[in-house]
Antibody, heavy 121, light 107 residues
Framework: EVRLLQSGGGCVQPGGSRRLSCAAS????????MSWVRQAPEKGLEWVSA???????YYADSAKGRFTISRDNSKNTLYLQMNSLRADDAAVYYC???????????????WGQGSLVTVSS | DIQMTQSPSSVSASVGDRVTITCRAS??????LAWYQQKPGKAPQLLIY???SFQSGVPSRFSGSGSGTNFTLTISSLQPEDFATYYC?????????FGQGTKVEIK
């Protein structure tokens, strides 16, 4: 059974940092691209970042220079390091798995439970 | 960036109704399009990918069509569990982008 278990959410002050983690199980983690998608309160979905199985990374403009996606294939874990957080970064952050192996990070068939990040002083 | 525009933003329908949601891309994306269903407080669920391919386990009443810039998600006979918000997503280029969502409500 595929499982994505997220951790690391919480409240952070503006300008602060937070690292989200997504522990994967039930599939060959290194063979699949992984992504982060966020959803601000009462808003739609926003793609944030993606990483291929081999480590190629992609970012939304809103994340470039502030967020870093990474993965540890030996630990089957995906990360999102978020720095210089702003009020408009407040959202539920989901990690998501590609639906096909080595497919170039396109479609997401399994999602984590979500991690709420609030940005407030 | 490719903008994805869904219509309508919301639709009221009854159980058994046929519901059609459209998604338009600001430029051609081939067939690189997915549809997701999201219920309140839950993560999205992949319904359709590559514009018309069924994700495993998705009921056959859901179908997708289109290519280029115009796409459609059809629910052939609305069931109580289908009341949710639906999103399209383009996978043609980075950054990936989602439509604003279409909320399917009970009439």
């Amino acid at each position: 059974e595929v499982r994505l278990l997220q951790s690391g959410g919480g409240c952070v002050q503006p300008g602060g940092s937070r690292r989200l983690s997504c522990a994967a199980s039930g599939f060959t983690f290194s063979s699949y691209a992984m992504s982060w998608v966020r959803q601000a309160p009462e808003k739609g979905l926003e793609w944030v970042s993606a990483i291929s199985g081999s480590g190629d990374t992609y970012y939304a403009d809103s994340a470039k220079g502030r967020f870093t996606i990474s993965r540890d294939n030996s630990k089957n874990t995906l990360y999102l390091q978020m720095n210089s957080l702003r009020a408009d970064d407040a959202a539920v952050y989901y990690c998501a798995k590609d639906n096909l192996p080595v497919s170039g990070t396109r479609y997401y068939d399994y999602w984590g439970q979500g991690s709420l990040v609030t940005v407030s002083s | 960036d490719i903008q994805m525009t869904q219509s309508p933003s919301s639709v009221s329908a009854s159980v058994g109704d046929r519901v059609t949601i459209t998604c338009r891309a600001s430029q051609g994306i081939g067939s690189w399009l997915a549809w997701y269903q999201q219920k309140p407080g839950k993560a999205p669920q992949l319904l359709i990918y590559a514009a018309s391919s069924f994700q495993s386990g998705v009921p056959s009443r859901f179908s997708g069509s289109g290519s280029g810039t115009n796409f459609t998600l059809t629910i052939s006979s609305l069931q109580p569990e289908d009341f949710a918000t639906y999103y399209c997503q383009q996978a043609n280029s980075f950054p990936r982008t989602f439509g604003q969502g279409t909320k399917v409500e009970i009439k």
